[in-house]
């Protein structure tokens, strides 16, 4: 039968099943597996992870709509995910949305039509020193200002990734005292 | 008593339990704390928040649901502060509801409309936007409406810790939660109802009966399912002669509420327009015309006596329906026995449950179970043969989940069907050891565990000093483990169940409706004797009946072979006490069986049969030729409440009550008798099968009167001593030791030979596949397929193979197939699941004129149970390549065991 | 400015310090696991961690020590460790950095409280944005089994450990140790009904300790330095040992500070975080995420320890410190807030799911011009019918942006309703959402 998952995320999965005592608890590592493969959990990805967990595949969706990371539909390549939490707020949520429509001219919720951008906004991804902030898949742009928002829509356009990405966090540095 | 702990609730003090919750020991007082999520069925979860109360010393108000109770506890549940505590809670829920109470089914059984009644002010704050959830068609059966849902999750609770289908979800998270299923698809499920009578609002309503009424237009009835054997309570609830919808409340009956699809959407075959109204008779122009009962009656009276004066009452024989009353089963066979005068008689049990009676007779002396469904439950160790239960014997299957996921026992699985996890339950997956037995090697598996447990050295030491000689010949009968039966794994289950401290074993159609099965039952009874729990309390076999009432059938003497009780046709005691009761002895000559009727029928030795409820030509296959048998008769009398293919080609049509019209009782498997009564007057002129009986009797010079069905209880009781009293709790009958004596000192020796062989060897064929037709969820016997909402489920025969095999055959959801047999073929649309094992087909009893031309059949040597549930076929996609479509053998050659 | 000696935040201060399982041994890291395992029994280090007076830096503040003396000493089947690393609180950002820049750290606390509870497998359950902080993890942790430290044969002395990294997916309450629990075993997050307590029914309904990331960080020290050098630092006897305060807002240098317990909010926001970044006074401050009562200035002098700040009337929580400067609408902060909470109830009990879009409707009209004078008290009667009644502490927490406001700031909210507009943003934000989310 096909599957969702390519041959080396197979190959992953009797691994993932093996840290648990009970299958069940591999559900949320297994959910990850297929995002990563199809960017999205489809109805069939879900379908097929009960299968491997002897869930029902409402016990699957019942996951998947609990937690806010698992994306029901395809979205765009990157997903801009800005913070709206007071303490991003303080510092300039609403200037991020603006200088983010500015450049690419979405709003939140909306994909660029070219399907390379999608924006979100969510609550508190723990940067609140270091606001306002924005995750575009993995990675992390703090303390932006818009000239930073510029340059990382435009390298990631352009070469996929962007050197203003938060490394190892520490804030303030130690070089800053 | 230790174990008591003593609280004051109220200022009322009362003792209960150890570990009883605050909620139950108040309830117990009277005390009602109101509450949305806490049902005593599922474990407690303490959402609603609803049951507040107040405990002494602890600073916050607890869920009474939550709280269990300690030693001198002072529980308040109606002071201003919990008062205000349960208003709170309802102006919460109430914000976000849509308050449409006048157009909600709800209306006046709702505990939200109750509970608001009693706390809340008319008016609310509540001035902003309220939460809406966009309706969607959610199934054929069951209306979702979550707009007033509460997200107390009974439903999701009962469908998973009750039910286990898993079927229902939660979904999203917050204000938004939900109830669904998957995605945006439509239900998918077992259709027990469950979360219909769970919802404590109108969240969850059923179609069926969607806008039909209000409470308070409707009138009860409670009375017993009449579907399986399980014997579920049930209330009929009807407006102006019609059953509206059924309920089952906690509690009440063997099933305390729960039931299945059959039971909860299966009754509107009662209201079928269908209905037979009138008797009719079939005249000059050879077609049956309605006629009146005065009309019909005389003439039939005499018809019959004419019969019996010029061929003798031997050339008349009966055949009633198990799904009869006790007292229709009772009157049928004393009408035959007396004014008919002969003992050619038999009824449905023929169809496989003779074969357990007898063997339980033969071997504990009793037909009876040993256990009761409590049994069941607090069994800690279970050991299913051939149930297909979830299908079959649903609320039995719910005992057994209760005993495993409540109560942890272990469970083993001798089952065709194969642990998969689907949105309906399957008892395999709960099973701790499973074996997949293949069609028709039930009986096989018994002989492994039999011969298991010398190899495992486990028999009662007692025995074999007592019956050292009945040991040693039955090890020598049970040589060998079955070729294709894993024997480490039978060992192993034998090894769990004997070691257990009380153990059930239930068997079903697989085992008791296939060659060999009354021999496998008593090889089970062997079994247990062996390991010396044979006469131990809380043990026991316990076989489980398709129809509601096989039980009474046997007891109340519908078979040729036994009289009421049951009792031996020739038992002396027996005959006396019978004799003394009816004013006159029941014939002596020993009666025809079923399939010997239709024999003597076709060889025209029986000249006339009178036939109750059954439809023979359907339920055998056309190769048993039941209608050129029938045909055959000078007299063919069919009672019924359609006309059927066999009532079709009657002279005579009378009809008949259903179960909704009659009083009564019926038998359940265990052995428990419960009233039937009636939620409706009869429709059109149809009566009840004993009052018809009754009549014909006295035209006939022969008067059975009795004013009620009562009446016919009452004989009932005089004549089958000991015969169950109604009552809350049954008393699980006890094996009889003379009996067991008697069988280990030599009785077991007279088939000894061939009882442990009759299970054979494998079939090996290539090309063929292995056909079950047995019973499915949503369909039994015939009468559901006149249900409406149970065609909606499954509206037609459709053949079910594994996934894996249709994919290796090109076959896709909806194709078509044709399958060829010795004797036939047929062409049936194909469906699939994961749990019939690969290279194995089902198809559904009750479409099974589909196939009726493929099916050949055997009759059991001793028992003369017919057997026509099992064939080989081969299969091809219609449409594919070739002449006829190239035909495809299952995945390997040869019956596949495995784990 | 005062000098604090940094004891968490130590090694990653250093120059070049980069977290790799070299760099911790060279400053020390994995001796005080050397110096127990197969040495200490387990008991007596339990007795070390309550001597020590540790308390839970996740935000209950509970003492670890009586944490780990709860599991049942006889049970015999498995028993868990688990990490939370799901920091998800507004206003905290700690853990990030202790995980990202010094891991092991975090993993030698693991090692020995699974030692001394006896677990024999722990999980890590680490909030599904944190990619980076999962990888990084993941590489110490292969690290960690190369050198022996985890495994089925630790450093020869016998005590097996399994660790295992397991990502959330979004969801703030699963920092509740009880929904942690029900989402590491594949459901939804969803905090159970106490009693039972993990400690004898927690994951798969085994015994489990589930503790936070700084606090398990705080252990190896305990152990190098002494439990009584840690009892005495701080501001014993309740509030022992240092805690990273994360400072966010209005405030000139936001970000991470290790202190001792009982230093001042003064000293915290003027000394350490360099007072207000512009020449606005301070209006409100938060003192311990977004579930802590708002302070005002009058409660600068409250002391930044676990008794002091309860007193006051507020929490010390995560230790995620908001800096709020004067022109900062109160009520906007509140809805702001409520907007949060809403999208994070899980929706499992009544007062909270239904009292969350309720409580957040009415903040959201009284910012936008369309409140009543009868709102406030709608909001007040609301919030007591939330308190105290909800499954878990998420329904207290959710009121305590609104009550605390209320208290502090009526006239603001007064002002808002008698002027129908917010006084201090003339133009609202737009409204993003409606009910639910």
Redesign the interface.
């Known amino acids: 039968?096909s599957s969702v998952f390519s041959k080396a995320a197979q190959e992953r999965i009797p691994g993932i099943i093996a840290?648990?005592?009970?299958k069940?608890?591999?559900?949320?590592?297994l959910?990850?597996l297929a995002q990563e493969e199809q960017c999205y959990v489809s109805?069939e990805a879900?379908k097929e992870v009960?299968?491997l967990?002897?869930?029902?595949?409402?016990?699957v969706?019942?996951?998947v709509?609990?937690?806010?990371?698992?994306n029901r539909r395809p979205i765009g390549k990157y997903h801009i995910q800005v913070c709206?939490?007071?303490?991003c707020?303080?510092?300039g949520t609403?200037n991020l949305l603006g200088w983010i429509h500015a450049k690419v001219g979405i709003k939140?919720g909306q994909t660029t039509p070219d399907g390379l951008f999608t924006l979100s906004?969510?609550?508190?991804?723990?940067?609140?020193?270091?606001?306002p902030m924005m995750?575009v898949n993995?990675?992390?742009y703090e303390r932006l200002t818009q000239d930073k928002v510029d340059r990382i829509l435009d390298d990631l356009k352009r070469d996929g990734k962007c050197p203003l990405a938060?490394?190892?966090?520490?804030?303030?540095e130690?070089s800053a005292k | 008593m230790a174990d008591m702990v003593n609280i004051l609730i109220d200022g009322k003090p009362i003792a209960v339990e150890k570990g009883t919750l605050v909620i139950e020991a108040a309830r117990r007082l009277g005390v009602m704390i109101p509450h949305f999520c806490y049902h005593p069925k599922l474990t407690y979860d303490a959402n609603c928040r609803m049951c507040l109360v107040e405990v002494e010393k602890l600073p916050k108000l607890q869920t009474s649901c939550s709280t269990v109770v300690a030693e001198g506890m002072v529980v308040r549940t109606n002071t201003p502060i919990v008062n205000e505590a349960h208003q709170s809670v309802l102006e919460f829920i109430l914000a976000n509801h849509p308050l449409d109470c006048p157009i909600c089914d709800q209306g006046g059984r709702c505990d939200l409309q109750d509970f608001s009644h009693e706390y809340t002010p008319t008016t609310s704050v509540f001035q902003d936007t309220k939460r809406v959830f966009q309706k969607e068609y959610f199934s054929p059966l069951i209306e979702k409406e979550m707009n007033r849902c509460v997200q107390c999750l009974r439903c999701v609770r009962y469908c998973d810790q009750v039910i286990d289908a898993k079927a229902l979800a939660p979904i999203n998270r917050g204000v938004m939660t939900e109830i669904s299923h998957f995605g945006s698809h439509q239900l998918d499920c077992e259709f027990c109802g469950g979360c219909v009578q769970i919802c404590p609002v109108g969240a969850f309503v059923s179609r069926q009966s969607l806008y039909e009424y209000r409470p308070w237009m409707i009138k009860r009835a409670d009375t017993t399912c009449g579907y399986c054997g399980d014997g579920c309570a049930l209330t009929l609830q009807t407006r102006d002669q019609e059953v509206i919808e059924v309920m089952s409340a906690y509690g009440e009956g063997r099933n305390s509420g729960d039931l299945c699809a059959r039971g909860y959407f299966g009754y509107q075959y009662v209201n079928h327009p269908d209905r037979l109204t009138t008797p009719l008779v079939r005249q000059a122009d050879g077609r049956l015309h309605p006629a009146t009962w005065e009309e019909v009656l005389p003439l039939l009276a005499e018809r019959l006596t004419q019969l019996k004066l010029s061929h003798g009452a031997e050339t008349i024989g009966g055949l009633i329906s198990a799904r009869c009353t006790n007292e229709d089963l009772y009157l049928f066979q004393k009408f035959m026995r007396l004014a008919i005068g002969s003992n050619h008689l038999d009824s449905t049990a023929r169809y496989g449950h003779v074969n357990a009676a007898r063997a339980l007779r033969r071997v504990q002396g009793t037909n009876r179970w040993t256990v009761s469904y409590e049994d069941i439950v607090q069994a800690d160790v279970l050991l299913l043969i051939g149930t297909q239960v979830t299908a079959a014997n649903p609320i039995v299957g719910l005992k057994v989940k209760e005993a495993v996921k409540k109560r942890g026992a272990t469970l083993l699985t001798l089952e065709t069907l194969v642990p998969s996890v689907e949105t309906t339950s399957n008892i395999a997956n709960l099973s701790a050891t499973h074996l997949t037995v293949p069609v028709g090697r039930h009986g096989a598996a018994v002989r492994g565990l039999v011969k298991a447990v010398f190899d495992e050295n486990l028999v009662d030491t007692g025995l074999s000093a007592r019956a050292g000689d009945f040991v040693q010949r039955v090890r020598a009968a049970a040589a060998s483990y079955p070729s294709d039966l894993d024997e480490a794994t039978l060992r192993t289950m034998v090894k769990t169940f004997a070691g257990a401290k009380r153990g059930v074993i239930l068997i079903g159609q697989d085992l008791l409706q296939a060659p060999g099965g009354y021999e496998s039952a008593v090889n089970l009874l062997d079994f247990l004797l062996l390991i010396g729990r044979l006469t131990q309390a809380d043990w026991g076999l316990a076989p489980l009946t398709e129809e509601n009432n096989e039980q009474g059938a046997i007891e109340m003497g519908a078979t040729a072979e036994y009289l009421p009780g049951p009792a031996d046709l020739g038992d002396p005691a027996a005959r006396s006490r019978i004799a003394d009761a009816w004013k006159e002895e029941p014939p002596t000559a020993k009666g025809m069986r079923l399939i010997e009727m239709l024999d003597a029928a076709r060889a025209g030795k029986l000249k006339a049969m009178f036939i109750v409820g059954e439809n023979p030509v359907r339920s055998l296959p056309a190769s048993a030729m039941v209608a050129g048998a029938l045909e055959n008769l000078d007299l063919l009398v069919v009672q019924e409440l359609f006309l059927t293919e066999t009532a079709k080609l009657a002279d005579v049509v009378l009809p008949a009550c259903s179960y909704a019209e009659k009083s009564g009782t019926f038998t359940n498997s265990e052995g428990f008798v419960q009233k039937v009564r009636p939620g409706l007057t009869p429709v059109g002129d149809s009566r009840p099968d004993w009052e018809i009986l009754s009549a014909l009797s006295v035209m006939m010079g022969y008067p059975l009167e009795y004013g009620d069905a009562k009446e016919i209880l009452k004989e009932i009781r005089a004549v089958i001593p000991g015969y169950r009293v109604l009552g809350a709790m049954p008393e699980p009958a006890k094996a009889d030791t003379s009996s067991i004596e008697l069988y280990v000192a030599g009785g077991f020796a007279e088939d000894l030979a061939g009882r442990y062989d009759q299970a054979g060897s494998p079939k090996a064929d290539g090309q063929r596949w292995s056909l079950r037709i047995g019973q499915t969820l949503f369909h039994s016997g015939a009468m559901s397929t006149k249900a409406k909402g149970l065609l909606e489920l499954q509206k037609e025969g459709k053949l079910i193979m594994n996934p894996a095999d249709a994919q290796r055959l090109g076959i896709a959801e909806g194709d078509r197939v044709r399958l060829t047999s010795a004797t036939g073929e047929a062409t049936v649309p194909v469906t699939m699941l994961g749990r019939i094992p690969e290279g194995t087909l089902f198809f559904p009893e009750s479409f099974r004129e589909r196939l009726s031309s493929l099916a050949s059949m055997s009759v059991d040597p001793v028992t003369g149970v017919p057997y026509s549930k099992h064939l080989h076929v081969a299969v091809a996609k219609v449409g594919s390549v070739g002449s006829g479509g190239a035909s495809a053998g299952p995945p390997s050659a040869g019956i596949v065991g495995g784990k | 400015m005062a000098q604090h000696e940094p004891l968490l935040l130590k090694n990653m201060a250093q120059p070049g310090y980069r977290g790799s399982l070299a760099d911790y041994e060279r400053a020390g890291g994995y001796q005080a696991l050397k110096k127990v395992l197969g040495k200490i029994p387990p008991a007596e280090v339990i007795e070390m961690v309550k001597k020590s007076g540790l308390r839970g830096r996740g935000g209950a503040g509970f003492p670890t020590g009586v944490k780990w003396s709860f599991i049942p000493k006889d049970h015999p089947g498995p028993r868990y460790l688990i990490c939370n690393a799901d920091e998800s609180e507004p206003g905290t950002f700690k853990d990030r950095q202790l995980m990202e820049r010094d891991p092991h750290q975090m993993i030698e606390g693991m090692i020995l409280a699974a030692y001394a509870i006896s677990a024999h497998t722990a999980y890590i359950y680490i909030r599904g944005e944190f990619a980076l902080g999962a990888r990084i993890l993941e590489r110490a942790l292969a690290e960690a089994y190369q050198a022996g430290y985890l495994g089925p044969n630790i450093q020869g002395t016998g005590f097996a450990l399994d660790i295992h990294l397991h990502r959330g997916a979004g969801a703030y309450i699963c920092g509740e140790e009880t929904a942690l629990l029900e989402s590491l075993e594949g459901k939804r997050g969803l905090p159970r009904i106490k009693p039972p307590f993990p400690a004898t029914h927690g994951l798969f309904q085994k015994p489990t300790v589930v503790n936070n990331v700084e606090t398990l960080a705080n252990v190896p020290h305990i152990v190098n330095r002494g439990p009584e050098w840690f009892a005495s630092t701080g501001n014993p006897p309740k509030s022992t040992g240092t805690r990273i305060f994360c400072m966010s807002g209005h405030v000139k240098r936001p970000g991470n500070y290790e202190v001792p317990m009982g230093i001042t909010f003064q000293e915290m926001i003027y000394d350490i975080a360099g007072g207000m970044r512009g020449d606005k006074p301070l209006k409100a401050f938060i003192p311990g995420g977004a579930s802590a009562a708002f302070f005002t200035p009058e409660h600068l002098n409250v002391r930044l320890d676990f008794e002091s700040v309860a007193q006051a009337g507020s929490m010390l929580g995560s230790g995620g410190i908001t800096v709020m400067e004067e022109g900062t609408c109160m009520v906007w902060a509140a809805e702001n807030l409520l907007y949060f909470f809403n999208h994070e109830s899980c929706g499992k009990c009544t007062p909270c799911r239904e009292g969350s879009p309720w409580l957040l409707q009415i903040l959201r009209r009284i910012e936008h011009g369309k409140g009543k004078m009868d709102d406030l008290a709608t909001l007040l009667r609301l919030c007591g019918n939330i308190a105290g009644r909800t499954v878990c502490a998420f329904g207290d927490a959710e009121i305590a942006p609104i009550t605390s406001t209320l208290r502090h700031f009526r006239d603001e909210y007064e002002a808002h309703i008698r002027e129908q507009r917010c006084p201090f943003r003339p133009q609202p934000a737009p409204e993003l959402i409606t009910v639910g989310h």
């Open positions: 039968m840290r648990y005592p009970e069940r608890a591999a559900l949320l590592p959910l990850w109805e879900m009960a299968g967990l002897n869930l029902t595949p409402p016990q969706y019942e996951a709509t609990f937690y806010t990371m698992y709206r939490s007071l303490m707020a303080l510092v609403e939140v906004q969510v609550e508190c991804l723990a940067s609140c020193g270091t606001g995750q993995d990675d992390y938060t490394g190892p966090f520490m804030f303030p130690p």
